[in-house]
């Protein structure tokens, strides 16, 4: 399949347009990637208050079960670190939910970053870059002649803006009139970006033998 067209405008439009996709498509990868990582930054942070949470609970624990063998206040320390052991596991707790939902969001957000726009140009880019390769490959396949040169003619005449055959100084009900289908089908092919194809050489047609001299002797 043809991509990209030989000559003309349409040329420098198709690889100037591929190129721009490219390169957003590349800045928002890049970009994606430092969103990711400046997410992953406040991961660290829900890590540490994860393990601050469980120190806090396994201290609290220790330190109740020594002090419960106090007699008198042993009991309402033993409480007393008890609660301070559970807010301890509570804060631990929320740091690993915490954790989580930011790797979660570590993963989903740069991905739309990346696909909502990117999808949004190659639904717009992708569908006339095929529809045209489409379109050209058909014409590539009508084998050069009086024939093709016709359709295309008529093809031209029936597609192409007036401005666009002006541009190629036709007067296409003139051209039609005379049986011009040369020049219509060359400002077809070239509206689409193609060359003219090539004119076969004239085949070499083999003169006669003279017949051979008469003899004066007979």
Do not use: N
Not at 2 to 27: C, E, N, S
Not at 80 to 99: D, I, K, S
Not at 154 to 167: G, K
Request: hydrophobic share 50%; no cysteine; proline share 9%.
């Amino acid at each position: 399949m043809k991509w990209y067209a030989d000559i003309g405008p349409r040329r420098t439009v198709q690889i100037t347009a591929d190129l721009a996709v490219l390169v957003v498509t590349l800045t928002l990868v890049r970009l994606a990637f430092h969103l990711r990582a400046q997410i992953l930054g406040f991961e660290a942070a829900a890590e540490r208050v994860e393990a601050s949470g469980h120190s806090v609970s396994s201290g609290a624990s220790s330190a109740g079960e020594v002090l419960s063998d106090l007699p008198l206040v042993g009991g309402a320390l033993a409480s007393a670190f008890g609660v301070v052991a559970e807010a301890g596991g509570e804060l631990g707790m929320a740091g690993t939910e915490a954790g989580a939902s930011i790797a979660s969001l570590a993963l989903l957000l740069p991905l739309l970053l990346v696909a909502v726009p990117v999808g949004y140009l190659l639904l717009r880019h992708l569908p006339r870059r095929v529809r045209w390769s489409r379109e050209v490959a058909e014409v590539l396949r009508l084998p050069p002649g009086p024939d093709t040169d016709r359709l295309l003619a008529h093809r031209a005449v029936a597609r192409r803006p007036l401005r666009d055959l002006r541009r190629h100084r036709l007067d296409p009900v003139a051209a039609l009139a005379a049986g011009d289908w040369g020049a219509l089908a060359r400002a077809e092919r070239r509206s689409l970006g193609l060359r003219d194809p090539a004119t076969p050489p004239p085949t070499a047609t083999t003169a006669p033998a003279a017949p051979p001299p008469a003899d004066p002797s007979g």
